[in-house]
């Protein structure tokens, strides 16, 4: 992550989570993080780097950048419900 430019990440399970985690510092500029799996618990991944003495940030500072894929999916329904055609009209 630290040479990439990518805004959005998406991890599907907590092992690709907590190698996410661990390298923070190198995705200040990631303003999504997308939880492919909504059962994953994002607050367990934290905990656990914690508890195993890795440095992880608080549930609080990461909260704002995460989202569900379902919420992810009700983001972009209800876009589609407040300017009908604006994705598809960008080919």
Same mark, same amino acid.
């Given at each position: 992550?630290?040479?990439?430019?990518?805004?959005?990440?998406?991890?599907?399970?907590?092992?690709?989570?907590?190698?996410?985690?661990? %390298?923070?510092?190198?995705?200040?500029?990631?303003?999504?993080?997308?939880?492919?799996?909504?059962?994953?618990?994002? +607050?367990? @991944?934290?905990?656990?780097?914690?508890?195993? %003495?890795?440095?992880?940030?608080?549930?609080?500072? @990461?909260? +704002?950048?995460?989202?569900?894929?379902? %919420?992810?999916?009700?983001?972009?329904?209800? +876009?589609?419900?407040?300017?009908? %055609?604006?994705?598809?009209?960008?080919?």
């Amino acid at each position: 992550m630290k040479h990439a430019d990518a805004k959005v990440v998406f991890v599907d399970t907590p092992a690709p989570a907590r190698a996410r985690v661990r %390298g923070v510092d190198d995705w200040a500029h990631v303003e999504r993080v997308v939880l492919l799996d909504d059962a994953l618990d994002a +607050r367990a @991944v934290l905990a656990r780097l914690a508890d195993a %003495g890795k440095k992880a940030p608080s549930y609080a500072e @990461v909260e +704002r950048k995460l989202v569900t894929w379902s %919420g992810a999916l009700a983001i972009g329904a209800a +876009r589609d419900r407040e300017q009908p %055609g604006l994705v598809r009209g960008r080919r």
